[in-house]
């Protein structure tokens, strides 16, 4: 069981926008906020249906989801935010629109019951999601669904990520290709979130450090600011002579 930090207000109101409100939330903060903590606890406590997906396998099962590919049979192609064209592009580079995407879904009756009867979605490492990837699941949903000019179909969606974090990963020639639709390569530039942002909560309380020194120094690398001192604690550390043997269990 997770037992909320009641004293944390951010927490709360992170709990009421979930379960009280239909807004799409963007819930971020660095690493030991407790954004994995929140998650596990409005997977238990959320009286919605909720489905949870991550953008690579080791997210989705550290999330205890699946792959949003996976969940939502999305190709690997580019997507791209149009409905003209064959789903090919000029050089002959498979690229995916809204009518090749709806023409290729295969869901049988059960999956489409859990998508019809979604009402939360939960994206974990949002940070590693493109901004293709989120108009494609925009595009499922609405179909799906039958609500086609309601975003997301009607279903409410939770991003949770740190954007210091992984970013998403897009080949040179594919953002050559989505390049001319969108702004930037991150979730929030996508389509569907630039005619109406989520809602921004941040966890700013660490619960998994108490080492005010050691916070201090996580703090000074993640915003690519190392002071002098910072740099001396982590130089203090360092072993040149060190070599690992198996049995260490590093």
């Known amino acids: 069981t997770f037992t909320p930090d009641t004293n944390n207000e951010m927490f709360q109101l ?3 926008l979930v379960n009280q409100s239909n807004r799409n939330i963007f819930l971020t903060g660095k690493a030991g906020t407790g954004k994995t903590t929140f998650l596990k606890y409005i997977r238990e ?4 249906q909720m489905a949870v997906v991550a953008p690579t396998g080791v997210a989705a099962i550290n999330a205890g989801g699946v792959t949003i590919h996976s969940f939502f049979q999305l190709p690997l192609a580019p997507f791209i935010p149009e409905t003209k064209g064959l789903g090919f592009s000029g050089n002959n580079e498979e690229v995916t629109n809204r009518h090749s995407l709806i023409s290729r879904l295969r869901f049988n009756s059960d999956k489409k ?3 019809q009867q979604l009402e939360v979605l939960v994206i ?5 999601v493109r901004c293709d990837t989120l108009d494609a699941i925009d595009t499922v949903l609405r179909h799906i669904r039958q609500r086609p000019n309601e975003k997301f179909g009607g279903v409410q969606l939770l991003f949770i990520g740190d954007m210091l974090q992984l970013p998403p990963v897009i080949k040179e020639q594919e953002w050559k290709l989505l390049s001319e639709y969108y702004n930037g390569q991150y979730f929030f530039d996508s389509k569907v979130l630039q005619e109406e ?9 660490i ?6 020194q050691f916070i201090s120094l996580l703090n000074q690398v993640r915003n690519n600011e190392l002071e002098e ?4 604690i982590l130089e203090s550390r360092f072993q040149p002579t060190f070599r690992r043997k198996k049995q260490d269990g590093y």
Request: charge should be neutral; glycine fraction near 2%; hydrophobic fraction near 30%.
């Open 14 to 16: 992170a709990i009421q």
């Open 45 to 48: 406590n959320c009286p919605k």
């Open 113 to 115: 019951k859990v998508l």
């Open 124 to 128: 974990d490492e949002i940070s590693m």
């Open 197 to 205: 942002p989520p809602v921004y909560i941040e966890f700013n309380k």
């Open 207 to 212: 619960y998994r450090q108490r080492d005010e």
């Open 229 to 232: 001192d910072g740099l001396k």
